[in-house]
């Protein structure tokens, strides 16, 4: 496998031309775009991914270690099947519609100002995390470790206390619904 140090990458679209199976070590992608990719076996480590599509992309055994991404749309995406040996990502402002991170330890995860609808947390761990701001419409919080994690500013979650760890979770007084929905109690 090659190896990629310090390039950047800008208004690529690598569904036409795919970008070559290697390891990307502090590279950054801006504007491309991966959707449907086949991104299985690569490692990124101290990447960073600007406004791009990586919608529906294969992450199976992929590395993400210190990876960020920003205003990135990424529907449909398994993280569970990456290579969990010291993952670590964070999201700013992006789309992460119907992902999976199922099973996952991926302890302070930033998930901010992003929509997350109908992803699965089942059995993760993601204490110390936050979901500042972010819209969790279906989201799936089952058996999930959300330990001191932030849901400040956070809309449209649904987490059951009684199957899910939240001590010393941080939350507002105005979203306390979403820990409630199951007893149907009518807040006002």
Known sequence: MSYHSNQSFK??????????KSEYESCQFTQCNFSGLDLSGFRFEHCSFVSC???NIKVFKTGFQQVS???CKMLGIH???CNPFLLEFNFDTCQL??????NLSIKGTKMENCRIREASFTQADLSQGSFQGSDLTGAIFDRTVLEKTD????QNFDIDPEINRIRGANFELSNLSGL???YRLRLT
């Open 11 to 20: 208004n690529k679209d690598f569904s036409k031309e795919p970008l070559e």
């Open 53 to 55: 599509d990586l919608s």
């Open 69 to 71: 991404f920003k205003d």
């Open 79 to 81: 993280f569970h099947t």
């Open 97 to 102: 519609d119907y992902c999976s991170f199922f």
């Open 151 to 154: 849901f400040r500013n956070a």
């Open 180 to 182: 409630l929905s199951k």
